[in-house]
């Protein structure tokens, strides 16, 4: 059964940062690109980063370049989203999830809350 959990939400100052984390099991995680999705109180889900499987190749959203990075260490299983610089607009819920390329089925975790207050 494919799992992506997520942790490391939370409140956090303007200006603050938060490194948010999210173990994969049930499936071959260091063959497997991961994705980091936000979504806001109702706005539509965004994609804000992505990693290749090897973790040579990341991408994040035009809004969070700079300050947002994606890691991984597939010895561990986990992908990272380290967010600095936070601004009111990044509240919201960030999902991992990643896809089965031979299916194309998404897999999504339950999400972690991150508030932004000024």
């Known amino acids: 059964q494919v799992r992506v959990v997520e942790s490391g939400g939370g409140m956090v100052q303007a200006g603050g940062s938060l490194k948010l984390s999210c173990v994969g099991s049930?499936?071959?995680?260091?063959?497997?690109?991961m994705y980091w999705h936000g979504r806001a109180q109702g706005k539509d889900v965004e994609l804000v980063a992505s990693s290749t499987s090897d973790g040579r190749r990341t991408n994040g959203a035009d809004a969070v370049v700079g300050r947002f990075t994606i890691s991984r260490d597939n010895a561990k299983n986990t992908v990272y989203l380290q967010m600095n610089s936070l601004v009111s607009e990044g509240t919201a819920m960030y999902y991992c999830?990643?896809?089965?390329?031979?299916?194309?089925?998404?897999?999504w975790g339950q999400g972690t809350q991150v508030t932004v207050v000024s």
């Open positions: 999830t990643t896809r089965a390329a031979a299916t194309n089925e998404g897999y």
């Open positions: 049930g499936f071959d995680f260091s063959n497997y690109a």
